[in-house]
């Protein structure tokens, strides 16, 4: 093992077997399938041999190239864009059809689609969504298990500390995506069985408070009220498949969420970090809502891809996940913009334009999308996270009877 910069190898190997066992809880006999970039093949082996030894029936290996799927949106033909070949549906459905769990590999370079049209990767996602609506559905509805974990690539890692140089950034990098997963300190697997209890025990008070709304404050402008559907479910830590297996989808994770009612939106949010979005940054920008909908917004970089995202249908306009995240979470301590949602969105408080989860209202998973859409949840083909978690940020909740509990000030929880 030569590719993972003077980390040990026990801790790479530990944290593989986190991935399989407390990631996506691979059981005997079942299907695996991992989603993983080539530049990574040494770190995709070691999942495919912890899946194996945790007894998965099948691995089925899915090497992914953004080089190779950026000369594809550069220069495929406009019906290559529009068009999903059958048997490439089929091979998502399929397996997920059969209850596999899957696991992805993030970790690419945040600018890899830069300069590429965002309409022709827009128009790809939406009859790619089509096309793979039945597997989509069942991990969206957590029918199947499914998790996500980060391994640094050079051009990530670059991007994030362009002072160091390759080997150093690497190693840098490697090291605080070992912390942020509670690697090398001690059992692994127990202390994320504690954290888990930490974010399910936040559900419960929240669970409890049933608000309406949230107000969100802060000093760099943000002046928000939020409405929550009625049965919101506040969620967060290990979920369970439909199979009653327990998985951890994101990995790391800190967030709790909900759902918010598309419906209810009013006032401004102003980002608190740098939104990656297919490869392109945006900054600096503020989003201003009335009745649900996102009806001004700006970006001080990378204005073509926000409204790319906004313009993309109607429910990209609006809401559909409310996180909370304490500022001093281990992710935010770290005090690094990582340009990669799964890192960022677990070290500040956010929102997601577009789709909601179906498993944040009661009831919810066995609801169609009308019935979902009638209950205030959002539908688009859009799921995409930005922050706004500031170390002054204060949220109230707003009960239905009007009472106000201050839930979280200079961003932390009250209690
Ligand atoms: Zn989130
Ligand atoms: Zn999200």
Redesign the pocket.
Known sequence: MSNFYGMKEEDIREYARLIVRTGVNAQPGQEIVINCPVEYYEFGRLLVEEAYEAGAGEVIMRWNDTYDNRQFFLHASEEAIDTVASWRAESYNYYSRRGAGYISVAGADPEAYKGVDPDRMQRREAVMERAVKEHYHLMMASEIPWTVAAVPQKKWAARVFPELSEEEGMARLWKMILKAVRIGEGDAVKAWEEHDRMLKEKCRMLNEYAFEKLHYQNRIGTDFTVGLVKNHIWEGGSETAGTGVVFEANMPTE?I?TMPDCRVAEGTLVSALPLSYRGNLIRDFSLTFHEGQVVDYHAGEGYEALRSLIESDEGSRRL??V?IVPYSSPISRMNTLFYN?LFD?NASC?F?LGRC?PTTVAGGASLSDGELKAAGGNLSVN???FMVGTADLSITGIREDGEEILIFENGDWVR
């Open positions: 967030e969420f559909g996940e996180a949602t969105e956010h997601a989860y799921h995409v996270d």
